[in-house]
């Protein structure tokens, strides 16, 4: 019975960890930023789309199988650095310190036009590009058999926590964006240069929210409409957490990954709904979520 | 050095300043005083670039400062501790001190020339700077925010009503730092608001009194302080 449950365990902890890659992009744009990207979702099938048609290309083209590796972060860091830049200063960039409402309308709108032009640059069936998965194979332990690529998933996710927290914490860069979200008017006093830490924090948000679309792509494949579903795990995770939480991100992604995989398995009927039952009962209790704190705003 | 010229600041549609000049001098201390709401604040943010400008001009030996970004003030030599403090709480005191040294990129050597240099005029600070910016007293926060400040200021400091909430005793002792400051930086240009003007007669060169967002009278005698609190 114990033994029975491991695997769902790791099922549901690579489903975390693909969400957790959208969520605390969400959370970080939002705390730096202040705003709640509708959009973000977009970035993560945008990241699948990318990598799916990259990895295609290097099967036909013949060239060695294992390059689907980078070439998964390679479109990532391509939908970050194209899109990333360009769509803060265009369009998000309007919308600092107005209301939730315009900042919603504004980024629902950004939804709207990044699904079209999925359909329009991918078209409108599904792609598969597994062969990363393929290639790692699988591993038996203890007589039960597990997919190496949902392990290296939890591992990328695990370093991606880390990595993000030694980011915040100990460079320069993660210096200056924590003074910004403290506090941006005194950081601009002191010298940092806002504008540049807003951009560079929505484009590391869309970086991570590409890439966990990319992981994706060897496990499920791409098709429309997956944007607006991640879109809403992902609130529905930095909800949990209370928005703003790196760390909280982590344990919610776990949260909802697991209840989702053990929604799966047991009661199938609630697979669609698993998330955002936990996403209610936790806030009946937290309002703020399980690591959030009221924010005070300052006029 | 620093010359406001008949600055104009609206926020949210009201007028909070109308038509302010005032200049400030290397080596003088002018002490800008005003009530609640006078518009004390907002020169003081104006001067920071943190609020635009709806006509008028602010000149840093004679270039137009005004016309660049808010965040280029700290590497002109501007320095500014605003009214409450506005500590990171999660850094700790001495990281607080660093964020403007990082946000200019100063190098290591110069960072902690810079932290000495404020280490020596502030020696409480050094006592505790491992401590987080969020478990410090009003008092001690109003210490930090002045070493910050000094950290870039090497022109000219601003300083927000520094004696705002303080214990009697700890303002004497902000008055005696800020009597040290200006022995040890000569050059360095003051200005510091106030709603009661009889703490700084023994250390402001100039008084300006500000009300209803308009600078009223100037008075160059130091220690003439103008009436109204």
Redesign the interface.
Same mark, same amino acid.
């Given at each position: 019975m114990l033994f029975a449950i491991v695997p769902l365990i790791v099922d549901g902890l690579a489903n975390a960890a693909l969400i957790f890659f959208v969520a605390v992009g969400l959370t970080l744009v939002f705390s730096v930023l202040r705003i709640l990207n509708v959009a973000h979702g977009s970035f993560y099938s945008i990241g699948a789309y990318v990598a799916a048609s990259i990895g295609l290309w290097i099967i036909s083209s013949g060239l060695n199988p294992w390059l689907s590796f980078p070439a998964l972060l390679i479109a990532a860091a391509l939908v970050a650095a194209l899109m990333g830049p360009l769509i803060e200063r265009t369009l998000v960039h309007w919308t600092y310190g107005k209301g939730e409402a315009v900042q919603i309308l504004v980024t629902f709108g950004l939804f709207l036009i990044l699904e079209d032009l999925q359909r329009i640059v991918f078209g409108v069936r599904s792609i598969y590009a597994d062969t990363p998965m393929a290639l790692l194979g699988v591993s038996e332990i203890g007589g039960i058999i597990y997919l190496n690529y949902q392990l290296l998933l939890i591992g990328l996710a695990v370093l991606t926590l880390i990595g993000l927290r030694l980011f915040i914490r100990h460079t %320069?860069q993660g210096?200056?964006i /924590? =003074?910004v979200v403290?506090?941006r008017? #005194? /950081?601009? =006093? &002191?010298?940092? @240069?806002?504008?540049r830490i807003f951009m560079m924090a929505f484009t590391l948000g869309v970086f991570l929210a590409a890439l966990g679309g990319a992981l994706a792509t060897p496990t499920s494949g791409v098709a429309p409409g997956l944007g607006a579903e991640t879109m809403v795990l992902a609130f529905a995770v930095a909800a949990i957490a209370g928005l703003g939480q790196v760390e909280g991100a982590a344990v919610a992604a776990v949260i909802v990954g697991v209840a989702r995989v053990l929604a799966i398995y047991y009661v199938p009927a609630l697979d669609a709904v698993a998330p955002y039952l936990v996403m209610l009962v936790v806030l009946l209790i937290w309002p703020y979520g399980l690591f959030g704190t009221t924010q005070s705003r300052r006029i | 050095m620093l010359e406001m010229r008949k600055v104009t600041v609206s926020i949210a549609g009201v007028r909070v300043l109308r038509e302010v000049s005032l200049t400030l001098r290397p080596g003088v201390c002018t002490v800008l005083i005003g009530r609640n709401g006078a518009g004390k604040t907002t020169t003081l943010r104006a001067i &920071?670039?943190?609020v635009p400008l709806v006509s008028g001009e602010i000149l840093l030996e004679g270039d137009a400062l005004h016309e660049r $970004?808010?965040?280029?003030? =700290?590497?002109l030599g501007l320095g500014?501790a605003?009214e409450d403090r506005?500590l990171? $709480?999660?850094?700790s005191i001495e990281?607080n001190l660093l964020?403007?040294a +990082?946000? +200019? @990129?100063l190098t290591a050597a110069e960072r902690k020339r810079r932290l000495d240099d404020v280490y020596g005029l502030l020696p409480q600070l050094a006592e505790m700077r491992k401590r987080p910016g969020g478990a410090t007293s009003g008092g001690q926060g109003k210490m930090v925010a002045l070493g %910050?400040a000094l950290m #870039?200021g090497r022109k000219a400091v601003l300083l927000d009503e520094p004696f705002q909430g303080l214990a009697p005793a700890l303002a004497l002792d902000y008055a005696r730092t800020l009597a040290a400051l200006r022995r040890e930086r000569e050059g360095l240009a003051l200005l510091i608001t106030e709603s009661s003007p009889h703490l700084l007669d023994a250390i402001a060169d100039e008084t300006l009194s500000i009300e209803r967002g308009a600078i009223e009278a100037e008075d160059a005698a130091p220690g003439a302080a103008t009436p109204g609190h």
């Open positions: %320069r210096k200056l /924590s =003074a403290e506090d008017e #005194v /950081s601009e =006093a &002191m010298g940092i @240069n806002t504008r | &920071m670039g943190l $970004p808010g965040h280029a003030r =700290a590497g500014y605003p506005r990171i $709480p999660g850094f990281e964020l403007p +990082l946000a +200019l @990129n %910050r #870039v």
